[in-house]
């Protein structure tokens, strides 16, 4: 069974940094890249930012360009997403996902094959 879990969420002031994790199991993690993408209220699910099965490429959305990091460790088949200098725009439900294939510049909620249930961060102004 697979799972993706993540953890790290919670309510921070604008300005601020929160570090999310995503631990995934039941499936061979270092053979799929992760995304992060999330859902603000009333909003569609969005893109955030991907990485490579290695950790050697990543992509980012503008809007978090320059303030958040992707990155993994496969020893803990665990992702995260360093999030710095928060906005209240960044307040969402923030998804971990996997799948088999880089999508380059083009990343889309449809496009993943697994998904956590997500966990909530709120950024107050």
């Known amino acids: 069974q697979v799972q993706l879990v993540e953890s790290g969420g919670g309510l921070v002031q604008a300005g601020g940094s929160l570090r999310l994790s995503c631990v995934v199991s039941?499936?061979?993690?270092?053979?799929?890249?992760m995304g992060w993408f999330r859902q603000a209220p009333g909003k569609e699910c969005a893109f955030v930012a991907a990485?490579?099965?290695?950790?050697?490429?990543?992509y980012y959305a503008d809007s978090v360009k320059g303030r958040f990091t992707i990155s993994r460790d496969n020893a803990k088949n665990t992702v995260y997403l360093q999030m710095n200098s928060l906005k209240p725009e960044d307040t969402a439900v923030y998804y971990c996902?996997?799948?088999?294939?880089?999508?380059?510049?083009?990343?889309?909620?449809?496009?993943?094959?697994?998904w956590g249930k997500g966990t909530l961060v709120t950024v107050s102004s």
């Open positions: 996902a996997a799948t088999v294939n880089w999508y380059g510049s083009n990343w889309y909620p449809r496009d993943m094959d697994y």
């Open positions: 039941g499936l061979s993690f270092r053979r799929y890249a």
């Open positions: 990485v490579t099965w290695s950790g050697d490429r990543s």
